[in-house]
């Protein structure tokens, strides 16, 4: 509303009243949309006629009493002081009025019957002749909903107040099928008749109330918004304003939660016709306006003038709701049954317009389904839609619902198997309903075969062992009647098992090995997939690594999204590379995963990806980032829900505390109840592996062995031996050298060292030269440890590269090679700082804590990072080799070169070797 508008109504009424003295009568008609101030305005026009002495006669019309005959010149007479007698005569005018006038549907009536007229005429002859001396107003609030015989009764006041001193106003709002529109125009015609119309407030109105509540500052800051979505209404702007008062100051997303904006514009939608009101909550079902009239058996001009009429009240914006708040506002006023029929009501009129499988499951969810050979196959394909757009929650739901309301055997088995796996990507544990239904399919044969095999995976990784035994028993073989998907998956199935469940192999039928039949038979891309990850995996678990099957691994991890591969797949191939002691390859691949999953809001699939990203961390001597990324993992979905597989989580967890010196929360660990089935589990190994890891970590040499035996014999059984899983030789070997038995550490160690050169495993070279180390007199070590150096640094593991650097530091010292024991010790330190092992970094003494009987002249002038490259430098080490050790760039290690040949005054690694330091080694001995 603008400024003029408001002073244009306001100096209009108080022109009628001004005249009234002078015996003149005028008429005002005040319209506008619902709630535009209107009544506000002839609620003060009343109070300055009664502040002038004058009487008003007020009345109030209502949609609920437009059926009451003569009821607003009624109610107008009520406030009439009138003698006992007049009071009489109007009761018994009124009821003769009642009895012989008809309602007319059509507004009032063109032309009276005689007694009609008479009426008529009596009940406006009292009207009239209550004016006199004073000033006397008849106001009627919302005329268009007044009665036709009342309408006719004001229509002819009107006619014939033209020389009695009265004032009439009236309010008005335009509606769809307004019987008083005739009524309006007329009065309109007479020439004492004046008019007004309300329109919504402006930026400039907004602003002003804005600052009335809330202040300038904030006023500033809401009143656009605020436009926007009251619509510029006065009752919205107000119910708007409350919600502000009442939230934070900087959430103004939020602040309509709160009941003003809603209340008011409930209040907003009642005041208007039942018809629009109608239309706003097919409106808020349907969140469009097209299909209103088919859904309501409505006309489309009768939809489009109720639009019109809740645009123009500022409900709506271009037939769509202001705020989101306002659609919810609307169905919780109807209530949950009337909105549940209206959404089953769309569902089948969207499904009968060929409307999309995720549009009408929508319906269907919020209307609790829908009995209807359809609902199921749209609900499956809406799920499977949800899926893939990262909305796993909602496809859960619609399966869920597809499950109660399938009648089929074979359907019901297929849904509830899609369930389980949607609810794996969302965290959900396995309940023994869901277990017991699912069996019951499988035996009752209502399950195909990969369908099967993908409980059976779900029901494993959850410890349900005994349950996928049975499946098991019933899955069907992958003879002339299985389905070629099948055969795929059966085979895919068996390499899978060998690899992560081997005790149970046995129970799966046999299957076609030929890799190269097995290609050229038909499937689908997914189960194709899966069957080339698996058997990457297998490769690399019974084999160890090749030339091939590194970048077949990557390969399958370029083409899967989350949103179209088997999460089971994905991890297969990671653990491929990670296996084949690649976790720098494994790596981005994984973080761009787990940014996938957290995005697509599946906290199954980001626990899964946490987990391994904690073991590929393990592998790189990230010993922090092994600690975050395992409670991670138990962050969003808890321990208690992991089943077997929470060995590979807890595993890098407790080898990540005990190395970083946390003995105490790694031993809290041990302390959680596990799967009695964990051992017959690949993450059984692991988690084997980390307690002897734990019991090193306290000295508990013989349970630390017992351990490692312990899953070295299991390994061996299921025929994955094989370093880069774990290399569990070194561990004993480690033990027996604790224990004091350095030659049967050396036996085994240096068969797990032929081992690991076969298998090109540079990780677990490294970490066994360094332990075969110890095992020999100290000039034989040195040359060990700095293979050990090498081959560390080539694997990018930094926290087996600092227990390397330890020994060969200790080394040095025994050898009396103080200065290089005095840089090696340097880099140790640095990189054990860095991995947060503290119990290493505590056998590390600082820079400033060694003894150091080398010339300090021109050392004194170079920074702690200079000094450490002018160390190896001094050593005869490349600028390449430098950058490496120090974990920094070789542009990094030129500058410290060009500041340090300023600094000391010389022009090469030569000068600069010979200034530093007062003499060469004794021997030289690279490091």
């Known amino acids: 509303m603008s400024a003029g508008e408001r002073s244009e109504a306001t100096a209009l009424l108080t022109g009628l009243l001004d005249g ?103 009940l406006c002859a009292i009207l009239l002749g209550l004016a006199g001396p004073r000033p006397l107003a008849i106001v009627v609030d919302d005329i268009h909903h007044a009665d036709a015989a009342s309408l006719a009764c004001l229509a002819y006041l009107t006619r014939r107040m033209h020389s009695t001193p009265l004032l009439a106003v009236f ?93 008011a514009m409930l209040s907003c939608l009642h005041r208007g016709p039942a018809l629009a009101a109608r239309v706003a909550q097919a409106l808020a079902v349907l969140g469009k306006p097209e299909p209103i009239a088919r859904l309501l058996g409505l006309e489309a001009g009768e939809v489009a003038q109720c639009l019109a009429v809740l645009d123009a009240s500022g409900l709506l914006e271009q037939g769509r709701f202001r705020h989101p708040s306002a659609a919810s506002a609307v169905l919780a006023d109807v209530g949950p049954e009337a909105t549940a029929a209206l959404h089953r009501d769309a569902a089948e009129l969207m499904y009968a317009q060929s409307g999309s499988a995720s549009a009408i499951a929508e319906h269907l969810l919020a209307g609790q389904g829908v009995r209807a050979p359809w609902a199921v196959p749209v609900l499956d394909a809406a799920a499977s839609q949800a899926l893939t757009e990262g909305r796993g929650a909602t496809a859960v739901e619609y399966l869920r619902l597809a499950c109660t309301l399938s009648e089929d055997e074979n359907e019901l088995a297929r849904i509830r198997a899609a369930l389980l796996q949607a609810e794996r990507r969302m965290g959900g544990g396995v309940s023994e309903p869901q277990i017991t239904a699912l069996l019951q399919a499988v035996r009752g044969g209502h399950l195909g075969g990969g369908e099967t095999l993908g409980v059976v995976r779900v029901l494993l990784w959850s410890g349900r062992f005994e349950a996928a035994t049975e499946a098991l028993r019933h899955l069907p073989g992958s003879g002339q009647t299985a389905s070629p998907t099948t055969t795929m998956e059966l085979c895919a199935a068996r390499r899978w098992m060998r690899c992560s469940y081997a005790p149970l192999l046995g129970l799966l039928p046999d299957a076609v090995e030929d890799d190269g039949e097995l290609h050229r038979t038909p499937s689908t891309t997914e189960s194709r997939r899966r069957y080339d ?94 600690v975050e990324h395992a409670t991670a993992s138990f962050d969003v979905v808890p321990i208690g829900e992991w089943g077997v597989a929470v060995g590979s989580p807890l595993a890098s ?17 041990l302390y959680l109840p596990i799967p009695e089935t964990l051992l017959q589990s690949r993450a059984g190994l692991h988690y084997l592996h980390a307690r002897g890891r734990y019991s090193m970590a306290v000295q508990d040499w013989e349970g630390a062995l017992s351990d490692f035996l312990g899953c070295g014999e ?65 000039r034989r070590r040195l040359s060990l440890l700095r293979q050990a150096v090498d081959a560390l640094q080539e694997s990018g593991d930094r926290y087996e590269l600092a227990r390397a650097l330890a020994d060969l530091t200790d080394t040095y010292n025994a050898v009396g090679e103080t200065r290089r024991a005095r840089v090696i010790g340097s880099q140790a330190k640095i990189i054990a700082d860095k991995c947060q092992a503290e119990p290493l970094s505590r056998l590390l003494p600082a820079d400033r804590d060694r003894p150091d009987t080398e010339s300090k002249g021109p050392t004194a002038v170079l920074t702690d990072a200079e000094q450490r490259v002018a160390d190896l430098v001094a050593l005869g080490h490349t600028n390449s080799e430098i950058a490496k050790l120090l974990y920094i760039t070789v542009s990094t290690v030129e500058q410290h070169l060009t500041r340090m040949y300023r600094k000391v005054g010389v022009n090469d690694r030569a000068q600069l070797a010979s200034a530093l330091f007062t003499g060469p080694p004794k021997q030289a001995v690279e490091a």
């Not at 607003?72 to 005569?89: F, I, K, N, T, Y």
């Open 20 to 122: 009234a003295p002078a015996c003149d009568s005028g008429i005002a008609v005040i319209s506008g949309s619902v709630a535009m101030g209107k009544t506000t305005l002839l609620a003060g026009f009343a109070q300055q006629v009664r502040a002038a002495d004058g009487v008003v006669l007020t009345a109030v019309a209502s949609e609920s009493e437009e059926g009451i005959l003569l009821g607003v010149v009624a109610q107008l007479l009520e406030e009439a002081a009138l003698s006992a007698p007049v009071g009489d005569q109007v009761n018994q005018l009124l009821a003769i009025g009642r009895a012989h006038m008809t309602a007319s549907p059509g507004g009032p009536p063109t032309k009276l019957s005689a007694v009609d007229a008479q009426i008529v005429q009596s």
């Open 171 to 263: 309010s008005h709002s335009y509606l769809p099928g307004d019987r008083c529109a005739g009524f309006v125009e007329q009065l309109l015609r007479l020439p004492h008749a004046h008019g007004v119309r309300l329109t919504p407030l402006d930026l400039e109105h907004v602003r002003e109330a804005a600052a009335a509540r809330l202040g300038a500052e904030s006023a500033e800051r809401v009143a656009a918004w605020a436009l926007r979505v009251s619509g510029g209404n006065p009752l919205l702007l107000d119910g708007v304003l409350d919600d502000v008062q009442r939230a934070a100051p900087s959430s103004l997303s939020s602040a309509l939660s709160s009941a003003g904006y809603r209340r």
């Open 533 to 626: 990850a698996a058997t990457v995996l297998e490769s690399v678990l019974t084999q160890g690594p090749s030339e091939r099957t590194v970048p077949k691994a990557e390969r399958i991890l370029h083409g899967s999204r989350l949103h179209g591969t088997d999460l089971d797949t994905i991890e297969c191939a990671l653990l491929a590379l990670t296996y084949a002691e690649q976790p720098t390859l494994a790596l981005p691949h994984c973080d761009e995963l787990i940014a996938a999953a957290q995005e697509r809001g599946e906290p199954g699939s980001a626990a899964r990806l946490h987990a391994l990203r904690a073991e590929i961390c393990i592998r790189l001597g990230d010993l922090p980032g092994a």
């Open 653 to 669: 967890l407790l080898i990540a505390l005990a190395s970083m010196g946390r003995e105490d929360e790694a031993a809290e660990l």
């Open 714 to 778: 299991l390994m061996a059984r299921w025929g994955v031996d094989v370093p880069g899983l774990i290399a569990w030789r070194n561990d004993v070997g480690e033990a027996w050298l604790r224990m004091g038995e350095p030659d049967r550490a050396r036996g085994l160690l240096e068969e797990q060292l032929r081992r690991s050169e076969q298998s090109g495993s540079p990780r677990t070279r490294g970490a066994t030269l360094r332990l075969l180390a110890g095992t020999h007199e100290p």
